[in-house]
């Protein structure tokens, strides 16, 4: 399940009509999301907007009280000191890594990927799998740079990153997952899958709701619905995957629990 649990940390809020100053997530909406993942049961979350260390292993504490254990983690992030990614896990994490290069130059201002890169092998029944979270910047302006120059950027140090791993293994048995905040036929999107039918071409998972509807992400304030949140995979690993058990997450409650849907994926 790739899943932006919409922050789960401690911030500044507006919250039932009151203008709260560090405050953390509502817990009616840990409550639906804690249930939105426990109800499905997955065996790998791969998590965005997640605050601390601490916030992850609550999400983690909570699943495990709602009958769902995944006792192995991985926390990291980048420039952003605030929202960074997580990864919950049944299977043991084998290896972790970091990638070569976060930094980028924008109109000859030095930047740094903001919520990092996610790099952690989960070894499954004696099948490896690599899993590759990323957030990419969000398309809300901001005075420090173009946001879409931003994020695609953000895209090619995310790409820079994948080579380098089909670099010492053609086969790599990647899974690239996360909030990418672009759409498919974005530069942003096209420069991490790759060329077409290329070696080291991501296949994006296709996956709809019960309406067979595709969206993931509700913008309120534009009322905007798009897909921005994806599961790709490697060549070696597309043969694995069941492409028509993959759905996006609607249960009835999910807009409580975030401003985005989930995605399932299922792997043979």
Request: charged share 25%.
């Amino acid at each position: 399940m790739a899943y932006n649990v919409e922050n789960w940390l401690t911030m500044d809020r507006y919250v039932e009509r009151k203008n709260l100053k560090g405050a953390p997530k509502p817990d009616s909406e840990k409550a639906a999301a804690i249930a939105l993942m426990a109800r499905h049961s997955p065996d790998i979350i791969g998590l965005c907007e997640i605050g601390t260390a601490e916030d992850l292993a609550e999400v983690q504490e909570k699943l495990k009280a709602a009958g769902l254990d995944l006792p192995h983690l991985h926390y990291t992030g980048g420039s952003d000191a605030v929202r960074h990614l997580g990864i919950l896990s049944r299977f043991p994490i084998t290896a972790t890594a970091k990638p070569a290069v976060v930094d980028y130059q924008l109109d000859g201002k030095a930047h740094s990927i903001g919520r990092g890169i996610l790099d952690a092998t989960i070894t499954v029944r004696a099948k490896s799998y690599r899993f590759i979270g990323v957030h990419l910047k969000s398309k809300r302006e901001t005075d420090v740079g173009d946001q879409a120059a931003m994020r695609l950027n953000e895209a090619r140090l995310l790409r820079r990153h994948i080579d380098s791993l089909f670099a010492t293994d053609a086969d790599a048995r990647l899974v690239v997952y996360g909030d990418l905040n672009d759409t498919r036929a974005t530069p942003a999107i096209k420069a991490i899958t790759g060329k077409f039918n290329a070696p080291t071409y991501l296949t994006a998972i296709p996956a709809q709701d019960s309406a067979k509807t595709a969206w993931t992400h509700h913008w309120a304030i534009n009322d905007i619905y798009s897909r921005i949140d994806f599961i790709m995979v490697s060549p070696a690993l597309k043969p694995e995957v069941d492409f028509p058990a993959a759905k996006i997450i609607d249960d009835a409650d999910w807009s409580q629990a975030s401003d985005h849907r989930a995605i399932l994926a299922i792997f043979r």
